[in-house]
């Protein structure tokens, strides 16, 4: 009797837990069902991302979609909005903060410094300090006279900066004056310059704001807003090259928000900037050191190894070889090397016309100030660089047409310059 | 008699032979090694973002040092089984609270309430969003050690004996109720999976197997933990799920493996942090190994 009692008690109690448990799986069948036809439909609704900021009553959003309304719809489609990182996350610092301006009864960076990046993205942003774009891109314009002993000494650890560890301000950077560098020189180099609170670097010349996105961050046009042009054509080289045109003529197919770390050939089957020189693809794991895959100084007027190329090697031609076989990276390899040699020769040659008119001294003390400057500068810093780029790039017209056919044209000229000053000097004798 | 003997008496002989646990020792050392496994698994996902915060610590700490707390007590228990399951107790309480925080925090981060309401949740947040049942793993184990530690007295009364002369009374019996866990683990299991296979599209046909063996596995353990009176065919069908839940958990581990090996072969540990999770196949597995165990009972005493 007593258990039967104790049956009929609990009765109800073992529907409700039986109700719960159907309920509870009919629910997550209705999930999974749902889960499946989103996912298999999701392609074809791709951009139309849910703005995390539309209802924000907070007050910094609720001011700035006033007063900058633009920056505010592209921070609520971000997926750093989405993530809850709040305005304040990024430009709120404490009252004495370095740089720190006072804004509606707190203190904030107007941009923030890569100090507040490094606080979620710490590994990245250490990356980025032992690359090329960090305190060297600053320091190829202004030299290292602005360095605290602290950056001179993170810049000297940089392969770059121990290639040129007392590197001066550029002689063009003085002579064009901050009037037109702060829209020339600066725009790019600044990708390396310290902030006020000491970090170094502006994470958002490649990581455009508001909106933060991968896709954005990988696409060759946002290198493309530096690398471009004479003295070192990347971009231009790019779109000549196989990798750039398999990017032009089928890049919208490619997987651009593809989960960092996870990039394979179904994601990106032809390289672009990123997966040759950042991206975790193949065997080359991801970083934010645009050098760490390099062989050689290809900026420098007669290049030369890189420290630790051999390892740099290794991690290149393991992205190469997700689509390159071991013949064909030994074969372009060995050639490349030779041609970067070749082009090492003839820059040299320009050193030796110009060596007479130093020893004589009959070039002025001023850089840049008369016509044969002009052309040894342009030899290797437009023509040089660009033929050895068009070389590792697979560009052929800027190795050919764009780059030694220059250089040697101006190699002739600079030839008939010295020639003509040493003549004059010998004829005033 | 155990319901593994009900489905073969031969398997049963086997089992006495080779296996000296009882069913509530096996739930309570799989608790053990479902909590080690959920701190290692729980790192890999929180190493994911480069950065894992103060509060993410919690789990990753939690598991490790829970499991092996589990295991003294389990040492405990051949002297001071009161004590031990005092001890054990308060572990698995703290996993289930661990586990319920997770949740709220893996919610709250797939939420937008500042969005329109039409946008605050859905689906594709839901799949892009920190996985919102994995953290509900550290409440499942909880709540099956927990139903491990006490024993029930008389074997499948429903009646747990709390101390000397406390007990209570539950709706449905241990092994229904580990049933009904089984099916709840198993649902979470499918649905982390087709969750976090979403974000591939269903491109891969693989992936459906998953998908299907999950949903088998959780309406068959649901019905028979449901029912009260369990034909030796019910048996055999719910085993053989169990049976593929694991099979499925393998060939998914290796699939995952291989899926984060470069195309060359070659070991990334990048790969393996950002890749395909190798671990998370192993819950299927995990969860047919769980399975499999509540046949060993209802019987408390070992052979």
């Known amino acids: ?429 | 008699m155990t319901l593994l003997a009900e489905l073969s008496p031969a398997l049963e002989r086997v089992r006495r032979r080779l296996l000296p646990l009882r069913r509530d020792q096996m739930m309570l050392l799989m608790a053990a090694v479902n909590l080690l496994f959920l701190g290692i698994d729980t790192y890999l996902a929180h190493s994911i973002s480069g950065t894992i915060r103060p509060y993410e610590w919690i789990p990753i700490i939690f598991g490790p040092v829970a499991a092996v707390l589990l295991l003294a007590a389990g040492l405990i228990a051949l002297r001071r089984r009161p004590l031990a399951s005092a001890t054990a107790s308060i572990i698995l309480l703290a996993s289930i609270v661990v586990g319920l925080l997770g949740a709220y925090f893996h919610l709250r981060r797939a939420l937008l309430p500042n969005a329109v309401p039409s946008e605050q949740i859905s689906v594709d947040l839901l799949v892009w969003a920190p996985p919102i049942l994995g953290p509900l793993t550290f409440s499942l184990t909880g709540l099956l050690g927990l139903s491990a530690a006490w024993v029930e007295e008389p074997p499948d009364s429903g009646i747990l004996r709390l101390g000397r002369r406390r007990t209570l009374a539950l709706p449905y019996s241990k092994t229904q109720a580990y049933f009904f866990m089984v099916s709840m683990g198993s649902l979470a299991t499918v649905i982390s999976s087709v969750l976090d296979h979403a974000r591939t599209g269903f491109v891969n046909p693989w992936l459906w197997l998953p998908t299907g063996v999950g949903v088998f596995a959780t309406v068959i353990a649901a019905y028979i933990g449901a029912i009260e009176n369990r034909r030796r065919v019910d048996l055999i069908v719910y085993a053989g799920a169990m049976l593929l839940m694991i099979a499925v958990g393998v060939i998914g581990g290796v699939l995952h493996v291989l899926d984060d090996l470069t195309a060359s072969g070659a070991f990334l540990l990048e790969r393996f942090i950002r890749g395909a999770p190798f671990l998370a196949p192993l819950l299927f597995a995990n969860m047919g190994s769980l399975g499999l165990f509540v046949l060993l009972g209802p019987e408390e005493a070992a052979a």
């Open chain 1, 1 to 429: 009797m007593g258990e039967m009692d104790a049956g009929s008690r609990l009765r109800p109690a073992r529907l409700l837990i039986a109700g719960l448990v159907a309920v509870i799986i009919v629910l997550g069948l209705i999930l999974i069902a749902q889960a499946v036809a989103r996912s298999t439909t999701m392609a074809a609704e791709e951009g139309a991302r849910p703005n995390a900021l539309a209802g924000s009553s907070d007050e910094c959003v609720a001011c700035h979609r006033q007063a900058t309304p633009g920056i505010v719809e592209q921070y609520g489609v971000s997926t750093m909005a989405a993530a809850k990182v709040v305005c304040r996350d990024c430009h709120e610092v404490s009252r004495g903060y370095p740089g720190a301006v006072e804004h509606e009864g707190s203190y904030v960076l107007g941009s923030p410094s890569a100090a507040m990046c490094q606080r979620c993205h710490g590994l990245e942003v250490a990356q980025y300090n032992a690359s090329r774009h960090s305190l060297p891109a600053y320091v190829a314009v202004v030299g290292i006279e602005p360095l605290s002993d602290a950056q001179r000494a993170l810049y000297q650890a940089v392969p770059e900066g121990s290639f040129a560890p007392d590197k001066m301000r550029h002689a063009l950077y003085g002579i064009e004056g901050p009037a037109i560098t702060r829209f020339a020189c600066e725009d790019c180099h600044n990708i390396g310059k310290p902030a006020a609170d000491g970090s170094v670097g502006q994470c958002q010349k490649c990581h455009l704001r508001h909106e933060f996105s991968l896709e954005q961050a990988r696409k060759p046009e946002t290198c493309n807003a530096c690398h471009i042009g004479p003295d070192h054509p990347q971009w231009e080289i790019y779109q000549e090259s196989p990798h750039g045109i398999a990017y032009a003529t089928g890049g919208y197919r490619w997987n651009w928000e593809a989960e960092a770390g996870t990039l394979t050939v179904k994601d990106f089957p032809a390289a672009t900037c990123a997966i040759c020189h950042m991206s975790g693809f193949g065997t080359a794991g991801t970083t934010h050191d645009v050098g760490d895959r390099l062989t050689w100084y290809l900026f420098a007027p007669i290049s030369q190894r890189r420290p630790s190329w051999q390892d740099n090697l290794i991690r290149m031609q393991g992205a190469c070889r997700e689509c390159h076989n071991e013949a064909f990276l030994e074969e372009f390899y060995t050639a490349a090397d030779a041609a970067v040699e070749a082009v090492n020769e003839r820059v040299r040659e320009s050193d030796a016309v110009m060596e007479p008119l130093k020893q004589q001294g009959l070039l002025t003390a001023e850089p840049f100030d008369e016509p044969i400057d002009f052309k040894y500068f342009d030899l290797w810093h437009y023509w040089g660089r660009t033929a050895k780029f068009g070389v590792w790039m697979q560009g052929p017209d800027y190795t050919q047409w764009h780059g030694i056919y220059e250089l040697l044209k101006d190699l002739s000229e600079l030839k008939v310059m010295a020639a003509e000053k040493l003549e004059a000097a010998a004829a005033g004798n």
